[in-house]
């Protein structure tokens, strides 16, 4: 049964919200920062909030994207953070964050090959990313490579500047 009007409510929608946001003064950069200091506190509930304002404003937004990812993947919710970070992955093929979310989101599966291939994938963008060699080393371990794993992690260390004995 189709409700009089409701076509048009659902074609209205996106205008509604790009307005809302709009007046609000909340720009994308805006609700960018938001999402960033959002996630950092914890408020991981309000930064989705945030991250689907943005995403329903501006789908192309890679951030808005990866941001929801990283709150569903501290959530647990390690399925809807796979579509949100592989929608990232879409839009640009070489986001770091995104392609750290998927290697957490293998980490999860055990899947360790695939963590490891986007582990990889995140240091040849940006080899000074700690948290890469870290969950690199993570994936090694689960391959059976205690050796390959323990470079990993010492370089790890040595980016993070972190002294761990």
């Not at 995403?55 to 993947?73: Q, S």
């Not at 963590?115 to 689960?142: F, M, V």
Request: net charge positive; proline share 3%.
């Amino acid at each position: 049964m189709k409700l009089r009007g409701q076509t048009k409510r659902f074609q209205i929608l996106p205008i509604f919200v790009g307005l809302m946001v709009f007046i609000s003064g909340l720009t994308v950069v805006h609700a960018e920062a938001l999402t960033a200091v959002d996630c950092k506190t914890g408020n991981s509930r309000e930064a989705m909030v945030t991250n689907q304002k943005v995403i329903r404003a501006e789908p192309t937004n890679v951030a808005a994207h990866v941001g929801l990812a990283r709150c569903y993947i501290r959530q647990g919710q390690v399925g809807f953070a796979e579509q949100s970070a592989v929608k990232a992955l879409s839009l640009d093929a070489k986001d770091v964050e995104a392609l750290l979310i998927m290697g957490e989101v293998y980490r999860h599966k055990k899947q360790w090959q695939m963590a490891r291939s986007h582990y990889e994938k995140a240091i040849l963008q940006d080899p000074n990313e700690s948290r890469a060699y870290l969950g690199l080393s993570t994936a090694l371990t689960g391959l059976g490579k205690p050796q390959e794993a323990d470079v990993a992690f010492e370089k790890a260390k040595a980016l993070s500047g972190i002294s761990v004995p």
